[in-house]
């Protein structure tokens, strides 16, 4: 089973993306799907995370009310609407999957290879 996320590019500020993550394989429709970047120098941090069940998905303080994450179980699909980008969003991005929601990358289970999101001044 494999993850791959797209969607990323080079987008001025203020601007939007939205990424996809589609999975090969099987991935069970009740596990969590969740995003995390990182920037170069960085460690890798949350950015958004929702349950099978598409309720009371969790942002990080710093993307809250601008990105939105969804997802498609039927197709195995997850999403991240990225809207008003800044430039401190500039950062790879990755989607994984796990048991439950933790803004800890260590406890998902499997990881996309990134995606590159720049954003411009």
């Known amino acids: 089973v494999q993850l791959q996320a797209s969607g990323g590019g080079l987008v001025q500020a203020g601007g939007s993306l939205r990424l996809s993550c589609a999975a090969s394989g099987r991935i069970f429709s009740s596990q969590v799907k969740g995003w995390f970047r990182q920037a170069p120098g960085k460690e890798r941090e949350f950015v958004a995370a929702?349950?099978?069940?598409?309720?009371?998905?969790y942002y990080a303080s710093s993307v809250k009310g601008r990105f939105t994450i969804s997802r498609d179980n039927a197709k195995n699909l997850g999403y991240l609407q990225m809207n008003s980008l800044r430039p401190e969003d500039t950062a790879t991005y990755y989607c994984t999957v796990g048991s439950y929601i933790s803004y800890d990358p260590t406890r998902y289970d499997l990881w996309g290879q990134g995606t590159l999101v720049t954003v411009s001044s």
């Open positions: 929702m349950r099978s069940n598409g309720r009371e998905p």
